[in-house]
């Protein structure tokens, strides 16, 4: 079955720096995306991770684990605006599959 | 220009209605989605669209009906829909089909009464 795993969510200062934690289990892995999603909005892309190793991009990285199908984000130098959900996504890579499957995402709350 | 848009951005309906749903890029993508997200929920895929071609319908009943007249344009057809299909509709596209990453529009909140 698929499966992706993340906290609900999770409480943070402004300046911090916070870790947010994916795992999965999928038939194939093509790929884990990263998507910042506010309120009644649209997901933005944050970041792509196919490879083992870290990913950085400004005060947003990702990591990824294949072997142990795990994967975090951290932000750091927490922002108010940075209050959203985080939502981790795998691409099932079985017959080539376009397939997106989403976890149910992270609310991410920055308090001053 | 990195912008999916999105019509119209609210939807009212009466469970005997028809209406359409429309999304626009000009990336030059190829692979345009639409996906449904309940409130609190991921986004989940309903169908995929590659060169104009579907390619992916997730089982998706056949009172939503996708459309794709050229490469810039996506259509969503409802008809007889029901009030658990209220949702937020989100049209996404990507370069390709693949590893590309997806770009969202703004979605449409639809309410069925």
């Known amino acids: 079955g698929q499966n992706i795993d993340q906290p609900t969510e999770m409480t943070a200062t402004e300046g911090a720096i916070v870790q947010i934690n994916c795992t999965y289990q999928?038939?194939?892995?093509?790929?884990l995306f990263w998507y910042q999603q506010h309120a009644g909005e649209a997901p933005t892309f944050l970041s792509y991770?196919?490879?083992?190793g870290l990913e950085e991009k400004g005060r947003f990285s990702s990591f990824l684990s294949r072997s142990k199908g795990y994967s975090y984000l951290l932000l750091k130098e927490l922002q108010m605006k940075d209050s959203a959900s985080y939502l981790c996504?795998?691409?099932?890579?079985?017959?080539?599959?376009?397939?997106?499957?989403f976890g149910s995402g992270t609310r991410l709350l920055v308090r001053p | 220009d990195t912008e999916v848009t999105q019509t119209p951005k609210h939807l009212v309906m009466g469970m005997t209605n028809k209406k359409s749903l429309k999304c626009e890029q000009h990336?030059?993508?190829?692979?345009m989605y639409w996906y449904k997200q309940k409130a609190k929920k991921p986004p989940e895929l309903m169908f995929v669209?590659?060169?104009?071609?579907?390619?992916i319908n997730e089982s998706v009943p056949s009172r939503f009906s996708p459309e794709c007249p050229n490469s810039s344009l996506l259509n969503l057809h409802l008809h007889a829909l029901q009030p658990e299909d209220s949702a937020l509709y989100l049209c996404?596209?990507?370069?390709?089909?693949?590893?590309?990453?997806?770009?969202f529009g703004p979605g449409t909140r639809l309410t069925v009464t």
């Open positions: 996404a596209s990507s370069q390709r089909a693949g590893v590309y990453e997806q770009y």
């Open positions: 999928t038939s194939g892995f093509n790929g």
């Open positions: 991770n196919v490879l083992d």
């Open positions: 996504a795998v691409r099932d890579g079985v017959d080539s599959s376009y397939k997106l499957i």
């Open positions: 990336m030059g993508h190829r692979a």
């Open positions: 669209y590659s060169y104009e071609k579907l390619s």
